[in-house]
Every structure is written in structure tokens, then in C-alpha cells.
């Protein structure tokens, strides 16, 4: 069983920055694939950003593409993303999801661990 904790969600303006940081418990965490999914109010969830196992394959969403960063620390079983350049359109609750498997995987259905979420709010 794999447990997923968000954290550093916030308020921010437009044109602002946070990080959000998803700490996982159990052992497999550095072959397991790490992905960011968000879900606005009456919209559904959607992926945002995804990494390998070993951290060397990523995939972003075209909304988020050059502006957020994924990345992952496995001795600390977190994974981090960091977003830059918000936007109003980027409020939404971000989930963290994790599943077995090394390759990167950008739909819910590749998931089966999911964290409760941290709401994102970005002001225009």
C-alpha cells in the first residue's frame, strides 16, 4: 500500500510561483511512476505532469508545458512541481498519483494511488 501526501498549495497572483511536493510512503516508491493531475470546479481531472521511476523521462500537459517542472528525489520518496508563470486558468486541486511501473503514463487509468489533494488558487 502506498500512501501520497500533498503539500504547499496555496494563494498566489497571477504571474506567481509555488511548489507543490508530494511525499509517498512504502518502499517501492523509486520504481513506481509519479504524475500531477488537477481538477477544477465542474471540470474533470486532468493530467498535468508525469515522471519515470528514475526520474529521466517527463511529459507535461500542452497548458502547462514550459512553465511547470516535475521532478523527483528518491531518497526522500518525494516528488516535486514546480510552477512558474501561474495563471488564473491554473486553479484547480492537484492531486499527486502513483502506480507501478517505470515508464511515464499520462491518463488516471495508470494510477492507482492517489493523494487527498491541495487546492491551488491563482487571483487575476
Known amino acids: 500500500q502506498v500512501q501520497l501526501v500533498e503539500s504547499g498549495g496555496g494563494l498566489v497572483q497571477a504571474g506567481g510561483s509555488l511548489r507543490l511536493s508530494c511525499a509517498a510512503s512504502g518502499r517501492t516508491f523509486s520504481t513506481s511512476r509519479m504524475g500531477w493531475f488537477r481538477q477544477a470546479p465542474g471540470k474533470e481531472r486532468e493530467f498535468v505532469a508525469a515522471?519515470?521511476?528514475?526520474?529521466?523521462?517527463?511529459a507535461y500537459a500542452d497548458s502547462v508545458k514550459g512553465r511547470f517542472t516535475i521532478s523527483r528525489d528518491n531518497a526522500k520518496n518525494t516528488v516535486y512541481l514546480q510552477m512558474n508563470s501561474l495563471k488564473a486558468e491554473d486553479t484547480a486541486v492537484y492531486f499527486c498519483?502513483?502506480?507501478?511501473?517505470?515508464?511515464?503514463?499520462?491518463?488516471?487509468?495508470?494510477?492507482?494511488?492517489w493523494g487527498q489533494g491541495t487546492l491551488v488558487t491563482v487571483s487575476s
Open positions: 498519483a502513483a502506480s507501478l511501473g517505470v515508464v511515464v503514463a499520462t491518463t488516471t487509468f495508470a494510477y492507482n494511488y
Open positions: 515522471i519515470s521511476g528514475g526520474g529521466g523521462s517527463t
